[in-house]
């Protein structure tokens, strides 16, 4: 029949389509990656790696790269190499400088660190990328291109947002579970676009996932082995090609990324590259392998790639828990050591104020030739203040490293850390001082003094001035803090009234009473941007309170907190609305040998009552009560504060405690909301969905950075919190947040010391139970609240406030910010430029706009719009393909389609900046040198296109990227329009028979 035409053009077809998708015979290019993951503190403290390895390995790279000029080499951690250049000799850094220029030295990420991305808070992620992107746009005028995430235990979707802001062009992983790994790897999806906010469309990176770890294919690590003999290179050539051809299956490119090198390797660098060269030679001479290689950089792979015509799909979500076994999964370090958690969050905070109000006191003082001359706030003033906050930062950077933050790091090495964050809270303080003093001047200079732990001893002749900043652009209507001396007190305003007040006595560890200290609170109306200052003096009559000691209900004028027969929270009452929430609050601990620093082994589900012998202490005062439950030198307290302020909503707790030997501590909530096994945790900008996986409570747990909730149709119950800890929900109503642990075994991860962490603790925590709509548009500007306390700095005591001389308040604002846009940070960058950063904190939402020239001392000259680290002046537009389809993590997908509202596209008033929900926008800007007065028009340079300003990568289910549809169509078009031509002629042939 003539039928076997169609037959054959079908076969025809059907091969042309099979060969698109077949494993590919072409040869195999290997981008070999010479590389070192030094980390900044782990076994050794980050001086003792640099005195010992790092600088061993920097100066013996740079020997190996001037032997052959097809020698290359990638480095990451900025916080080493900016150590060993800045000591190199002139001729040397010459050497370096040429070596970067030629593209033979190439810079990957390029932060201070490698950041973790389970504990550290989004801000410092930024500030870390920043410090290192500064340094090498300084010294060599580059911008890293490829972000480098190799070594953090598990990973983020903060990650892809942020990076992505940051124009790199890609992103290379690692660490994630074993299984979600093997899965990608069957698929060939270790290659993907990764899409980290469902609210940010900007918010997607191109991302790599390596394949086994990152170290050189087993058997080819030189620097154990001692090399290559000459006999046996055929070999080992031969056993690497073939490792080769394993790993292209799990990929879609012909090109292969192979990294060469591990933790601190290349101290033997000419070990290295001696038997990395024998290996390269070997192939090069024998094509039949089916592999070429070369030297390359990691900037090189991805060049490769963007030549090619793939399709990728699209992962959105993130990568916890990160699990390397069935039993070891890493969730413990979500909690390890929670003094350097929170001291981390604490110094953060004082770092953000500082450099705000160096900003604000060096344009003053520019304006001010008696501020130059009688407060010393010179050039050299400049010079030095800028030099220890530059310290300041890089010592805050330098903890957020993965074995930083994490607390995984060894005992020494942890004081280390801790030592660092002293140091930048005491230079952060010295900045305070002289900045608030010159903001405060007024004829004279005052002394004001930080010190966060002062003791103010009241007597009858002196009035004590305070000085309280708010960094936040946000009015604040609060309760503040001091200790105090005395029953015996009262606070006033600048204007002499009495501010609304209660003195109680300092409780300690052991419940026992003081006589001798107390906790003075008064109520601290201060606007956005501000200085204020207030006074203590000595009073009359006592502060009254009554104590009790029986649990019963502490209130306010808007909930009211019931309470259990041991002190815990047993339901939260809105008065407003009169909705009661059970809440059945519980200490409570797991007991286990098996844990370690890194993994969290709860050996099942059994827990134990933490508290067993409780004494209680119930203080009632005017405007403050509190009820304290104090158990083996543990105290745990709750309060609630009186006010129609947005405080008055929230339920303050302080849960300080220590965790006995295999202990791991949680508190728990066992509450009456419908949640459908559904619970949120946040990535320090955005609620991310989780639903428990099985029974075992180490599956269950995810990081939470700053809160973590449980919500149903109408309400919610959330917990905000001021540092990093593990979070977890196993059944409907309940959650669980873990505290501390101390440890007695080492969990075979290469740390080889227990986290036998005998520290005490105190960990502050905000509870919220209302309505949705309310808490949703206010929770993110609450956790900065809570995040970013008011500061203060005490001044020479005076007689009487008519003794002060300087001003009562302050404001460096027109008017407060609206309450989803948030002063990210501001600070100086050199001796002409400060940056600035606007963040728009909704999750879901409009469009917003902003007109930062209500910043009232700031007279900007001009604004230049940056990427988030500062280093470039426009965005990256990816060159991969878009996506035709999207894998994964559809809780995410499903909490947009719930909770997103359409978009609606405004357009700017004249100095104003547009942000899109969880955008944020960074300019660099210069100040005029004259007296500022009103605001005037500033000049802007932005990225082109106001509301999309970045490449757009859309979701086409189940269909082909235009470039790939386009030749596929033509092909079948032109097969089909062959099938029709025979077709047509054959029936003319057989009309002609019949």
């Known amino acids: 029949s003539g039928m076997w035409y169609n037959k054959l053009i079908v076969c025809v077809l059907f091969m042309f389509l099979g060969s698109m998708i077949q494993e590919s015979d072409a040869t195999i290019d290997v981008f070999l990656i010479p590389h070192s993951h030094c980390d900044p503190g782990w076994l050794l403290t980050y001086q003792e790696y640099f005195d010992r390895k790092v600088n061993a390995i920097l100066n013996n790279v740079m020997v190996e790269l001037e032997k052959g000029s097809d020698r290359k080499f990638n480095w990451a951690e900025i916080s080493f190499f900016s150590m060993w250049y800045d000591n190199l000799p002139e001729n040397k850094r010459e050497k370096v400088k040429q070596f970067v220029s030629e593209g033979r030295l190439v810079f990957i990420g390029g932060g201070w660190v490698q950041n973790d991305e389970a504990n550290a808070n989004f801000d410092k992620v930024i500030d870390q990328v920043t410090e290192g992107h500064e340094y090498l746009l300084k010294e060599f005028n580059v911008k890293p291109r490829i972000a480098w995430q190799i070594d953090p235990f598990g990973h983020s979707s903060l990650t892809p947002n942020i990076f992505s802001q940051m124009g790199y062009e890609a992103l290379v992983l690692n660490r994630m579970h074993f299984q979600t790994k ?3 790897k069957s698929n060939q999806h270790m290659e993907f676009l990764w899409k980290g906010s469902p609210s940010l469309d900007d918010s997607t990176i191109f991302s790599h ?20 003999r000459d006999g046996s290179v055929k070999f080992k050539a031969e056993s690497f090609a073939n490792e080769m051809r394993k790993r292209r299956n799990t990929y879609k490119s012909d090109n292969l990324m192979v990294l060469w090198g591990d933790d601190f390797k290349f101290v033997r660098a000419e070990t290295q590259f001696t038997n990395m060269d024998k290996i390269i030679k070997y192939v090069d001479e024998h094509p039949e392998l089916g592999i070429s290689i070369k030297y390359a950089t990691v900037n090189e792979y991805f060049d490769a790639l963007y030549e090619e015509n793939i399709v990728y799909p699209q992962y959105v979500g993130d990568f916890f828990p990160y699990a390397d076994g069935k039993d070891a999964y890493w969730t413990g370090y979500y909690t390890t050591r929670p003094l350097v958690k929170g001291t981390s969050r604490a110094t953060d905070s004082y770092l953000r104020s500082a450099d705000i109000s160096f900003v604000l006191a060096n344009t003053i003082a520019k304006n001010s030739a008696p501020l130059r001359n009688d407060g010393n706030l010179d050039d050299a003033w400049f010079e030095q203040s800028l030099e220890k906050l530059t310290q300041s930062r890089r010592d805050t950077d330098l903890v957020q490293h993965h074995d930083g933050i994490t607390g995984t790091a060894k005992r020494h090495v942890v004081s280390d850390y801790l030592s660092r964050l002293s140091r930048a809270t005491e230079y952060t303080g010295e900045i305070l001082e002289k900045s608030l003093a010159a903001i405060m001047y007024q004829d004279s200079f005052p002394t004001l003094t930080f010190d966060d732990d002062y003791l103010f001893e009241l007597n009858d002749d002196s009035t004590h001035p305070i000085a309280i900043w708010n960094s936040l652009a946000w009015n604040r209507d609060t309760y503040f803090k001091i200790r105090i001396n005395t029953r015996f007190a ?118 134990a009552p933490l508290i067993s012998e409780p004494k209680f202490l119930h203080i009632i005062g005017e405007f403050i009560q509190e009820f304290h439950v104090i158990d083996d030198n543990r105290r745990f307290t709750t309060r609630v504060y009186s006010g129609s302020h947005d405080l008055a909503y929230l339920v303050e707790q302080e849960h300080y405690l220590h965790a006995g030997t295999n202990e791991e501590i949680i508190v728990k909530y066992n509450t009456d909301i419908k949640n459908n096994d559904l619970f949120y945790t946040d990535n320090g900008i955005e609620m991310r969905p989780r639903k428990h996986v099985d029974n075992l409570p180490e599956h269950n747990y995810y990081p939470t950075v700053s809160m973590a909730s449980l919500r149903e149709s109408s309400k919610q119950f959330t917990v905000l919190t001021r540092q990093s800890m593990g979070s977890s929900s196993r059944k409907d109503g309940e959650l669980e947040m873990m505290l501390h642990r101390k440890l007695s075994r080492d969990d075979g991860r290469g740390l080889s010391e227990p986290n036998n962490d005998a520290t005490s603790v105190e960990i502050e925590t905000w509870i919220y139970v209302g309505d949705n709509r309310h808490f949703d548009h206010s929770r993110r500007k609450q956790s900065l609240m809570l995040n970013v306390p008011l500061v203060y700095l005490y001044g020479e005591t005076i007689p009487s406030l008519t003794d002060w001389k300087y001003h009562n308040e302050k404001n460096l604002m027109i008017d407060e910010f609206p309450s989803h846009i948030h002063l990210q940070s501001m600070a100086v960058r050199d001796e002409d430029t400060n940056f600035l950063r606007i963040m728009n904190i909704k999750e879901f939402g409009d469009i917003s706009n902003i007109d930062i020239t209500g910043i009232k001392q700031i007279h900007f000259n001009e604004l230049e719009e940056r990427t988030l680290s500062l280093n470039k002046k426009s965005l990256y537009h990816p060159k991969y393909q878009a996506v035709h389809s999207t894998f994964s993590d559809t809780l995410m997908i499903d909490y947009e389609k719930k909770y997103r509202k359409n978009l609606t596209h405004t357009f700017p008033a004249k100095n104003q900046i547009l942000l899109k929900p969880l955008q944020i926008r960074s300019f660099i800007f210069s100040t005029h040198e004259e007296e500022p007065g009103e605001p005037s028009d500033v000049k802007w340079s932005v990225f082109k296109g106001e509301t999309e300003h970045y490449i757009q990568v859309k979701n086409v289910d189940g269909g082909y990227h235009a470039p790939l549809l386009i030749p596929i169509s033509l092909t079948i078009f032109a097969i089909g329009c062959l099938i029709y031509f025979f077709n047509k002629k054959l029936h003319k042939r057989a009309s002609k028979k019949l």
């Open 490 to 607: 009262e606070v006033l305003d600048g204007d002499g009234d009495v501010l609304n007040s209660d003195i109680f006595p300092y409780i300690g560890k052991d419940g026992s009473i003081s006589e001798e200290v107390y906790t003075l609170y008064f109520k601290c109306n201060i606007k956005a941007l501000s200085v204020k200052i207030f006074f203590i003096k000595k009073f009359t009559e006592a502060s009254q309170y009554q104590i009790q000691e029986t649990p019963s209900i502490i209130q306010n004028e808007k909930v009211k907190v019931n309470l259990n027969a041991v002190g815990m929270i047993e339901s939260i009452e809105n008065r407003e609305s009169g909705d009661i929430t059970m809440i059945n609050q519980d200490y409570r601990k797991y007991q286990t040998s098996k844990s370690g620093a890194y993994i969290f082994r709860s050996g099942g589900d059994k827990t």
């Open 182 to 184: 093997d899965n990608f």
């Open 209 to 228: 996932v390596l394949h086994s770890h990152y170290s050189a294919p087993k058997g080819f690590d030189f620097e154990n082995t001692g090399g290559i």
